[in-house]
């Protein structure tokens, strides 16, 4: 299972950055799919995911209201809209794959989102 991130860069706070994640390898329809992120000095931290069947969504604290998770079955990808940025939200986003009835889990190398005020 491979895992690429992609879209991440510089932003004023304020504004809108869409983060993709390719998905290779795996049976994309079974497995859900999240977003993580980890500050310089931080624990990595929960973002968003969405699950495999009704493609059922959750957020952290930080990204409710402003992020959303979405995915394209079709595409193998999983997307992060992510609006009103704040510098808090500068970190490295990672992407995580689970797929049904396989053990353990996956992530990408990340994308780095940097938020400036």
């Known amino acids: 299972v491979t895992l690429v991130e992609s879209g991440g860069g510089s932003v004023q706070a304020g504004g809108s950055l869409t983060l993709s994640c390719q998905a290779s390898?795996?049976?994309?329809?079974?497995?859900?799919m999240a977003w993580w992120r980890q500050a310089p000095g931080e624990e990595r931290e929960f973002v968003a995911q969405?699950?495999?069947?009704?493609?059922?969504?959750a957020y952290g604290d930080s990204a409710k209201g402003r992020f959303t998770i979405s995915r394209d079955n079709a595409k193998n990808m999983v997307y992060l809209q992510m609006n009103a940025l704040k510098p808090e939200d500068t970190a490295v986003y990672y992407c995580?794959?689970?797929?049904?009835?396989?053990?353990?889990?996956?992530w990408g190398r990340g994308t780095r989102v940097t938020v400036s005020s």
């Open positions: 995580n794959a689970k797929e049904r009835g396989v053990r353990g889990e996956t």
């Open positions: 390898g795996v049976l994309f329809r079974a497995t859900s």
């Open positions: 969405i699950t495999w069947d009704r493609d059922s969504t």
